[in-house]
Nanobody, 128 residues
Framework: QVQLVESGGGSVQAGGSLRLSCAAS?????????LAWFRQAPGREREGVAL???????YYVDSVNGRFIISYNSPKATLDLHAYNLKPEDTAMYYC?????????????????????WGRGTQVTVSA
């Protein structure tokens, strides 16, 4: 059973940075997979932020491109999201998601239904 546990959220001022981490277990890193960070602000739909797959491809939503970096630490089996130059509009609950036996495609950023496994989230709050 795949398990995803997020950590690293917190409260920062605009312009600050955070590193979110997702501890992943229950699957083989030698197989195909697509890992993702999504976020959901109050009253808004969940949106894809960044994707990383087993071929090393990455995808970003336009609003974070150039500010966020997604990476996978294979020995630790953690999916990290380095968020720089944070803005108040980045405030949201951030979720880690995974789908096995698939590589990512860019349009997966908009497809919550493409991911079977989800963590419980970590809150990021950015004040002006």
């Amino acid at each position: 059973q795949v398990q995803l546990v997020e950590s690293g959220g917190g409260s920062v001022q605009a312009g600050g940075s955070l590193r979110l981490s997702c501890a992943a277990s229950g699957y083989s890193s030698n197989s195909k997979y697509c890992l993702a960070w999504f976020r959901q602000a109050p009253g808004r739909e969940r949106e894809g932020v960044a994707l990383f797959d087993s071929s090393g491809d990455t995808y970003y939503v336009d609003s974070v491109n150039g500010r966020f970096i997604i990476s996978y630490n294979s020995p630790k089996a953690t999916l990290d999201l380095h968020a720089y130059n944070l803005k108040p509009e980045d405030t949201a609950m951030y979720y880690c998601a995974a789908e096995l036996n698939w590589l990512c495609y860019g349009h997966f950023l908009g497809r919550v239904d493409k991911f079977t496994y989800w963590g419980r989230g970590t809150q990021v709050t950015v004040s002006a």
